[in-house]
T-cell receptor, first 113, second 110 residues
Framework: DTGVSQNPRHKITKRGQNVTFRCDPI?????LYWYRQTLGQGPEFLTY????????KSRLLSDRFSAERPKGSFSTLEIQRTEQGDSAMYLC???????????FGDGTRLSIL | GEDVEQSLFLSVREGDSSVINCTYT??????LYWYKQEPGAGLQLLTY?????DMKQDQRLTVLLNKKDKHLSLRIADTQTGDSAIYFC??????????FGAGTTVTVRA
C-alpha cells in the first residue's frame, strides 16, 4: 500500500523566487487536499480537488498561490514571488471520497531566506 | 465556527495511561479524528469516530465522544516511549475540510 508521497521534502529558497511542490495521492483516492502548518500550530486548510476540479480555496490562498491537478492524479502547488511568511510545512492529503478519512504525506518544508 | 481546542502538553510515565482531551465547535461534524505527528514527519491517522457513536476502541486506543458537550478524548493504555509525539484532534467541516487543534505534545518519561 503506497501512501501519499510529497516532494521535495525540503526546499530552501530566496525571497522572491517561485517554488513548486508535488503531491502523489493514494492511487484510488479521488479527493486531494493541501494544508499549511506553521510551527506550534495545527494544519490549516488551503484547497482541495475532486478529481481534476478544484472545488474550494481558503482565504489563506493568496493570488500568489496556484494549485493544479491536471489529470486527476498528482497535484502541484506553486508559490510565486515567495515571502518570509510563506515559510511553513506544506502538507498534502487524499481521501477516497467526500467526508472520508484523510491520509497525509510527510510534507514539504519550505524555508525562505 | 471552527475552533478546536486542546491542552498543549502532557507528561506521562511509561506504562501509565495517557488521556488527551479536545473540545470542538461544529455540531454537524460527521467524523472526529485523532492524528499523531512525530518530529519532521507528516500526520499519521491514528483513529476516528463517527459522530453518532460515543466510544470506539482500537487496541491500546480508546476514543470517547460526548456530543452534547462537544468533547472528545483519546486514551492511550500502557504508554510507551514510541508514543512521544504531538497529537492533533480534528473535526470535519462540511464534507471536505478538517479543522485542527494546535496539538498536544505528549512526553513519555521512564
Amino acid at each position: 500500500d503506497t501512501g501519499v508521497s510529497q516532494n521535495p521534502r525540503h526546499k530552501i529558497t530566496k525571497r522572491g523566487q517561485n517554488v513548486t511542490f508535488r503531491c502523489d495521492p493514494i492511487s484510488e483516492h479521488n479527493r486531494l487536499y493541501w494544508y499549511r502548518q506553521t510551527l506550534g500550530q495545527g494544519p490549516e486548510f488551503l484547497t482541495y480537488f475532486q478529481n481534476e476540479a478544484q472545488l474550494e480555496k481558503s482565504r489563506l490562498l493568496s493570488d500568489r498561490f496556484s494549485a493544479e491537478r491536471p489529470k486527476g492524479s498528482f497535484s502541484t502547488l506553486e508559490i510565486q514571488r515567495t515571502e518570509q511568511g510563506d515559510s511553513a510545512m506544506y502538507l498534502c492529503a487524499s481521501s477516497l471520497g467526500a467526508d472520508q478519512p484523510q491520509h497525509f504525506g510527510d510534507g514539504t518544508r519550505l524555508s525562505i531566506l | 465556527g471552527e475552533d478546536v481546542e486542546q491542552s498543549l502538553f502532557l507528561s506521562v510515565r511509561e506504562g501509565d495511561s495517557s488521556v488527551i482531551n479536545c473540545t470542538y465547535t461544529d455540531s454537524s461534524s460527521t467524523y472526529l479524528y485523532w492524528y499523531k505527528q512525530e518530529p519532521g514527519a507528516g500526520l499519521q491517522l491514528l483513529t476516528y469516530i463517527f459522530s453518532n457513536m460515543d466510544m470506539k476502541q482500537d487496541q491500546r486506543l480508546t476514543v470517547l465522544l460526548n456530543k452534547k458537550d462537544k468533547h472528545l478524548s483519546l486514551r492511550i493504555a500502557d504508554t510507551q516511549t514510541g508514543d512521544s509525539a504531538i497529537y492533533f484532534c480534528a473535526e470535519s467541516i462540511n464534507d471536505y475540510k478538517l479543522s485542527f487543534g494546535a496539538g498536544t505534545t505528549v512526553t513519555v518519561r521512564a
